[in-house]
C-alpha cells in the first residue's frame, strides 16, 4: 500500500512538473519553437496525465490548462489582427502603462462588435488608428499583450463574464499624449472612462 501511495505521489509531482514548464513556456517568444499545435498537444497531455491522477477538469491546474490551449487557439486564429493590433499599440501607446495598453485594444475590439466591422479593417479606416502603421515593429511585450486582449476578447463572447476588459463596449474613441490615454463613450463630449475596472496587468 506504501508502495502505491508513494508512486502515486511520483506520478503527481512529475504532472505537476509538466504542467509547470508548459505553462511557463508561454513566455517565450511568440514566434518560437514549439508552435501553437505543438503546444496544444503538450497541454493536452498534460491535461489528461492529471485526469488520469484523479484530477477534476475543475481542478485550477486543468483550468490553467484548459485556457492555455484556448489562448494558443485564438492566437492561431487571430494572427494577423494580433499582428495589426500591436503594430497599432506600437504606434498609439508603445510609451504606457499595460492597463493603457490594454484600454487601445478593447477600444479596437469595441468598435469591431459595435460596427460590425473586422479587426484589420477597423484599424485601417481612413482618419481612425493615426498610431497603427505596416511599418512599424512588433514588438514582443505588445504582440503578447494583443494575444491576451483577443483571448479575452474571445472568451467573454463563450459566455465568460469575468474576463478582465478594462474598457466597457461603449468606449470607442480616445486621445492622448503618449503617456496617457483619454477614453471616451462619444466621438464629441461624452463620459471619460475613470479605469474602475479591475486590471489583470500590472502597471
Known amino acids: 500500500?506504501?508502495?502505491?501511495?508513494?508512486?502515486?505521489?511520483?506520478?503527481?509531482?512529475?504532472?505537476?512538473?509538466?504542467?509547470?514548464?508548459?505553462?511557463?513556456?508561454?513566455?517565450?517568444?511568440?514566434?518560437?519553437?514549439?508552435?501553437?499545435?505543438?503546444?496544444?498537444?503538450?497541454?493536452?497531455?498534460?491535461?489528461?496525465?492529471?485526469?488520469?491522477?484523479?484530477?477534476e477538469d475543475d481542478h485550477e491546474s486543468i483550468r490553467a490548462l484548459s485556457q492555455e490551449w484556448w489562448k494558443c487557439e485564438y492566437e492561431k486564429n487571430y494572427s494577423e489582427e494580433i499582428t495589426y493590433i500591436a503594430k497599432t499599440l506600437y504606434g498609439e501607446c508603445r510609451g504606457c502603462?499595460?492597463?493603457?495598453?490594454?484600454?487601445?485594444?478593447?477600444?479596437?475590439?469595441?468598435?469591431?462588435?459595435?460596427?460590425?466591422?473586422?479587426i484589420i479593417?477597423?484599424?485601417?479606416?481612413?482618419?481612425?488608428?493615426?498610431?497603427?502603421?505596416?511599418?512599424?515593429?512588433?514588438?514582443?511585450?505588445?504582440?503578447?499583450?494583443?494575444?491576451?486582449?483577443?483571448?479575452?476578447?474571445?472568451?467573454e463572447k463563450r459566455g465568460e463574464t469575468d474576463v478582465?476588459?478594462?474598457l466597457p463596449s461603449d468606449y470607442m474613441w480616445f486621445s492622448g499624449n503618449g503617456r496617457e490615454n483619454v477614453f471616451r463613450n462619444a466621438y464629441r463630449g461624452g463620459t471619460r472612462w475613470d479605469f474602475s475596472l479591475p486590471s489583470p496587468y500590472e502597471d
Not at 511557463?24 to 514549439?34: I, K, M, R, S, Y
Not at 502603462?97 to 473586422?118: E, F, K, P
Not at 479606416?125 to 474571445?154: C, I, K, M, T
Request: proline residues 3%; negative net charge.
Open 97 to 118: 502603462s499595460m492597463t493603457q495598453q490594454a484600454a487601445v485594444a478593447w477600444c479596437i475590439l469595441n468598435r469591431a462588435d459595435n460596427w460590425g466591422m473586422g
Open 121 to 155: 479593417d477597423v484599424i485601417t479606416a481612413p482618419g481612425q488608428f493615426g498610431g497603427y502603421s505596416p511599418n512599424h515593429p512588433v514588438w514582443e511585450e505588445l504582440y503578447d499583450l494583443a494575444a491576451d486582449v483577443v483571448y479575452r476578447w474571445q472568451m
Open 164 to 166: 478582465g476588459r478594462v
Open 1 to 55: 500500500m506504501c508502495k502505491k501511495i508513494e508512486l502515486k505521489i511520483v506520478c503527481m509531482s512529475l504532472a505537476l512538473i509538466m504542467f509547470i514548464a508548459i505553462l511557463g513556456a508561454g513566455t517565450a517568444v511568440h514566434a518560437a519553437e514549439p508552435s501553437l499545435s505543438e503546444r496544444q498537444a503538450q497541454v493536452h497531455e498534460a491535461a489528461n496525465t492529471l485526469r488520469s491522477l484523479g484530477f
